[in-house]
């Protein structure tokens, strides 16, 4: 320990766990930890009954750590009460040639993903442990049945799923199981307690920023602020013979400082004199790139979709209206900044990380290494936070590595606040310029999206952008649910110097602010109820008119509202779920918004577990909410002007609007979806808040966020 303070609870698990050589993630682990039976690679059942279920994905908030083994258990059949999740290790499913599958966390599709094999495991786990049952018993498999952690076979005999879990991990495993139907579920679609959240409540887990290892140093960085610049100089000589401080190293956009403690670092890091080679994008700026954008929409890359002949139907319309929308690059601000521990010896590499993939982590510090793989071990801890930021690319696994490798010893490297603001990957800014034609009775007769957006990968993975952006942009832009006849979506893609990424919603925040708004303002000039308008151009969209029926339901479309409070509404479909949100809000005096209920409806298909489904949805209305109302990333001189939350605020608490959630039953309208649940309620919010705000003051708001326009009421150039 690095004080002699005592031992409070939550250090002495941290201690204990780091000396163990492994995290223990709020869990009390059975002593008879090793006497555990593998059934198969998703399930370990111990003597005492426990059975340990093994999750892939990681648990940063969402659920995955209850809902992934609510599939597996489901069809087990064991005793809830004494399951027990614990993280796959990504070493061991490198040598299990990927036994496991894919460790991404992303996408909203933790669920979607990885219900099919887990309940299968399950299913073919419990077929196990019958047939070592019958086998014991001398009597057929098919007079046996699985229920609540024990096999009941004929004359009334039994055995705990412990008892016999030796010998059902020597039965072979059999090729095909029949899966319950969803009617049968006794377990997937309850609302179950999060496993995890007793836990967090006492400070148990451990995330990333807690990790302490014996002999730890502590790493400070600083980043080219400039994007794609590199260090030139670091003048050390202030520090020399300055006690506690162990080293500076030198990275290639890089400078970091390490010491005893972390504090220390981070005060002799900015006491630094430090030079940067900027190159030419010091002359970028928000307004450089914003132009290149609109330059970019005179001149389309290609045609996402096309039906009819949207020239024609603009030309033959009774009315047209055009407008622009545009929003701004945006920064994931994980309440946890990025951070790393690692530790460099010869012939292995262990890393403590908050990762939302922990294959990705553990490629990032091999290569980062100049090891083999198989010589990474790879300790997930919980993560405060990750919406994107901690997966496809982890820049502070590399950097941790490098840093330790250098330092010699184990070494924590955090970010900064200013640092983990600055130095996103950020969620692309775009514009987008609609046009829209109505017939004499205010229905659309056709539909043009032009839309000029960033590359997703593009600082990352130059040589293969092209076509992964264009056919995301394509296929989220193809998502088209109303009926019009004549209907185009071209785009361009454009790149600059600032790094962008995947952040939660990714383009569906982008391409719902646009469509939604847009949908409200032909509502409007066509002199029509904006639930009423979509209502009719969704006569072929059982699923989303579902869904768009419940938000005002339970809204009460229509009735009365408290003076001064409008509502404004917004449909859209994600990750293969349909959301459908119906916000109430003010603006006061002053032009500012005020959020006081959100009704959020989602069809996300079939529900594990409706708890995580409500808890997703409150999740991501604050983060929608908070973009909505505050963010915004701007650059001048080629960097990024924001630094930490004064000039990049969070939501507050007495800003929180009334949420309720309705969670639609699978029907058959849903057909067999396991849609997402983390990001499909991002998307409506700021549209449908912006409807509100319409509603309330005659203006339109086009361009995000929020705190950039005076709200107050007035009738807005249309």
Request: glycine share 8%.
């Amino acid at each position: 320990m690095a004080s002699a303070d005592p031992l409070s609870r939550r250090s002495f698990l941290i201690s204990a766990a780091a000396l163990g050589g492994g995290l223990v993630l709020g869990f009390c682990l059975p002593a008879d930890a090793a006497a555990a039976s593998e059934i198969n690679a998703w399930i370990d059942i111990r003597p005492d009954d426990t059975v340990i279920i093994r999750v892939a994905r990681s648990e940063m908030g969402q659920g995955v750590f209850t809902a992934l083994p609510m599939l597996v258990a489901e069809e087990l059949e064991c005793d809830w009460r004494k399951v027990v999740p614990e993280y796959v290790s990504a070493a061991e499913n490198l040598q299990r040639r990927r036994a496991w599958g894919d460790m991404s966390t992303n996408a909203s599709r933790s669920i979607s993903a990885s219900q099919l094999g887990l309940r299968q495991a399950g299913a073919i786990a419990r077929e196990m442990l019958i047939t070592a049952a019958a086998a014991r018993w001398g009597v057929a498999a098919s007079e046996c049945r699985a229920e609540s952690g024990v096999i009941h076979g004929p004359n009334a005999r039994r055995t705990t799923f412990g008892g016999i879990a030796e010998a059902a991990a020597a039965v072979r495993p059999p090729r095909q199981v029949k899966l319950k139907a969803p009617k049968d579920w006794r377990l997937i679609g309850t609302p179950q307690r999060r496993r995890e959240i007793a836990d967090k409540i006492t400070g148990a887990p451990i995330y990333g920023i807690d990790v302490r290892l014996p002999n730890m140093l502590y790493a400070a960085i600083r980043q080219c602020p400039v994007f794609r610049g590199r260090l030139r100089s670091a003048d050390e000589s202030r520090l020399a013979g300055v006690q506690g401080i162990r080293r500076v190293v030198r990275l290639a956009e890089a400078v970091a400082v390490v010491a005893d403690n972390w504090w220390q670092a981070e005060q002799s890091l900015a006491a630094m004199p430090v030079t940067w080679d900027v190159g030419r994008n010091a002359d970028v700026s928000s307004s450089t790139i914003e132009a290149a954008l609109r330059a970019a929409l005179a001149t389309p890359d290609g045609i996402g979709r096309s039906v009819g002949d949207a020239a024609s139907g603009l030309a033959a319309a009774a009315r047209r209206i055009d407008a622009e929308y545009a929003v701004p690059f945006l920064a994931h601000a994980t309440m946890e900044p990025q951070n790393c521990t690692a530790h460099v010896t010869a012939g292995r590499v262990e890393i403590w990380a908050p990762t939302q993939d922990a294959e990705t982590a553990l490629a990032t510090a091999a290569d980062a290494a100049g090891v083999e793989r198989s010589q990474v071990v790879v300790h997930r801890t919980m993560l405060g936070g990750g919406f994107g930021r901690r997966g496809a690319v982890q820049d502070f696994v590399r950097q941790a590595v490098l840093i330790a490798k250098e330092a010699g010893a184990p070494v924590k490297l955090l970010w900064s606040r200013a640092e983990d603001i600055g130095r996103s990957f950020y969620r692309p800014t775009a514009l987008a310029r609609l046009s829209a034609g109505l017939d004499a009775d205010g229905m659309p007769t056709a539909l043009h999206v032009r839309v000029a957006g960033m590359s997703l990968l593009a600082a990352v993975v130059p040589e293969m952008h092209a076509a992964i952006d264009r056919n995301f942009l394509q296929n989220l832009l193809e998502d088209m649910p109303y009926a019009i006849p004549n209907y185009l979506v071209d785009y361009a893609t454009r790149a600059t110097h600032v790094p962008v990424g995947i952040l939660r919603s990714i383009y569906y925040s982008q391409n719902a602010f646009f469509k939604e708004c847009f949908i409200d303002e032909m509502a409007h000039a066509g002199e029509q109820d904006p639930y009423v308008f979509r209502r009719a151009l969704l006569v072929s969209q059982p699923r989303h008119l579902a869904v768009l029926d419940a938000a005002a339901k339970q809204a009460r479309w229509g009735s009365p509202l408290p003076s001064g409070i409008f509502r404004g509404l917004a449909l859209n479909a994600a990750c293969d779920s349909i959301c459908a949100q119906v916000v109430e809000a003010s603006v006061n005096e002053v032009g500012a918004a005020r959020v006081h209920r959100v009704v959020s409806a989602i069809d996300c298909g079939h529900v594990v577990n409706p708890r995580t489904v409500e808890q997703q949805t409150q999740g991501s209305i604050v983060f929608a909410l908070t973009a909505a109302l505050y963010g915004e990333i701007t650059i001048a001189d080629g960097c990024v002007q924001q630094g930490n939350f004064d000039d990049y605020p969070m939501l507050r608490m007495s800003e929180m609007p009334h949420i309720e959630t309705v969670i639609l039953p699978c029907s058959d309208t849903s057909g067999n979806a396991w849609g997402g649940v983390g990001e499909p309620a991002v998307a409506p919010l700021a549209p449908a808040l912006c409807n509100a705000i319409f509603a309330a003051t005659g203006r339109r708001v086009r361009s995000l966020p929020l705190k950039n326009h005076d709200l107050r009421a007035q009738q807005a150039a249309q």
